[in-house]
């Protein structure tokens, strides 16, 4: 496939608007690039190696972890990005950082975590990925955080849309300082890597369901889509192996949603006819999207997931499990901080109240593996 020329509505790192402290450009990488290589030289992207997205680490080392989800997120948003002409790098930046802010077992543990949380503010994982990058990686001389770009960091932000409403904490408290314009949309680049992370999670939570032996080939068989597309393989390899046809099938099911998002956010691009990067952001919509066919047919294969996989019994019954590791640590640590490992006690020192106290002990339980709570827990407390 050629090449498709740089659009005048994708984000140009060279009429970017900057870093929270100004920094020396390279010589070698855009602005854009060097978001992208400081988010995978961090900290917090090499655990999501050891964080889960549905299954518990120790269930098995084939299912997907936060890690290798992103990974496959940032390739779709590639893809896709060049695709409509978008820049790639910035693109791929916000996709590897989406889930920065997940907290140990999946969402299950966010949920737990949020439940403590709301008497001092809450949690949500896209305000934990800001406070990570803007405060909690602590690697540099002049500044805490990663000093990533305007154009990342409101991709983090409002990938998944303009932010309405009250304004999670750590967004309120770096917005104070860099503007982040939460109520507008967010670059095309950003649009691009939230639907990369629908195609990526629908793709192989399949995967991860048919491994698990949660459901069947045949069961999946006449879900849209998914019908087609074993059809399809069918007709072309009579006969094929079983975990080939499947391979094979599913392939398919991501080429489609992928074809599907790039047509339909090409029509919806051209009928807008931006200019320029702002016109995306003053958009009275999203204009990277699924079709309303194809978006009606997702909701029917994520219906059957989440009656087949997510409220699966040995999936629920490990839920209640690790919400346990959650809600009880987290007390643990609220009433005896000094638990805390060594390097967190200065900021104990300094939290001024009960609250910023939670804020301390949320971000390191967030920042926990799977393997790492489960651990945790079993020797404070004992095995969950």
């Known amino acids: 496939m050629q090449a498709i ?3 005048p509505y994708g984000s140009d790192p060279a009429r970017g608007r900057g870093r929270l402290y100004p920094e020396e450009e390279s010589a070698f990488r855009t602005a854009f690039q060097r978001d992208r290589d400081r988010i995978i030289h961090s900290s917090a992207f090499r655990r999501l190696q050891h964080k889960t997205q549905v299954f518990v680490v120790h269930e098995g080392d084939y299912f997907r972890t936060r890690l290798t989800h992103s990974i496959e997120v940032a390739q779709v948003a590639r893809t ?3 695709a409509l002409g978008l820049n790639r790098e910035l693109t791929e930046a916000i996709a590897l950082a989406h889930d920065l802010g997940h907290t140990p077992f999946g969402h299950t543990g966010e949920d737990a975590l949020a439940d403590c ?15 990570i990058v803007t405060s909690l990686e ?5 500044w805490d955080g990663l000093n990533l770009t305007w154009e990342t960091l409101e991709g983090l932000a409002k990938h998944n849309g303009p932010v309405c409403g009250p304004v999670p904490y ?3 408290q770096y917005n104070a300082r860099h503007d982040l314009e939460l109520h507008t949309h967010a670059s095309a680049e950003a649009q691009v890597a939230a639907l990369a992370d629908d195609i990526a999670y629908n793709n192989h939570d399949l995967h991860d369901g048919l491994h698990a032996g949660l459901f069947s080939d045949d069961e999946i068989r006449d879900l849209p889509i998914i ?3 074993y059809e399809a393989v069918d007709d072309r390899y009579p006969g094929l192996a079983p975990s080939r046809r499947r391979h094979e099938a599913l392939r398919h099911v991501f080429g489609v949603m992928v074809e599907d998002v790039i047509g339909e956010s090409r029509a919806l691009l051209a009928a807008l006819a931006p200019q320029r990067v702002e016109d995306i952001r003053a958009a009275k919509a999203p204009v990277v999207q699924f079709s309303p066919v194809l978006w009606v047919q997702l909701k029917e294969i994520r219906s059957f997931l989440f009656g087949h996989m997510y409220r699966a019994p040995s999936v629920v019954e490990m839920r209640a499990r690790v919400t346990g590791v959650v809600r009880d640590l987290f007390p643990l640590y609220l009433e005896a901080p000094a638990l805390l490992p060594s390097e967190w006690q200065a900021d104990v020192d300094a939290a001024n109240g009960e609250t910023a106290l939670a804020r301390l002990v949320a971000d390191y339980i967030a920042g926990m593996t799977d393997r790492f709570a489960l651990d945790e827990h079993k020797r404070l407390i004992g095995a969950a």
């Open 170 to 172: 750590a967004l309120d």
């Open 80 to 82: 896709i990005a060049a």
């Open 117 to 131: 949380m709301a008497p001092f503010g809450g949690f949500d994982h896209n305000a934990q990925a800001i406070r």
């Open 227 to 229: 019908a087609a597309c």
């Open 138 to 142: 602590r690697h540099y001389a002049k």
């Open 5 to 7: 020329p740089a659009s």
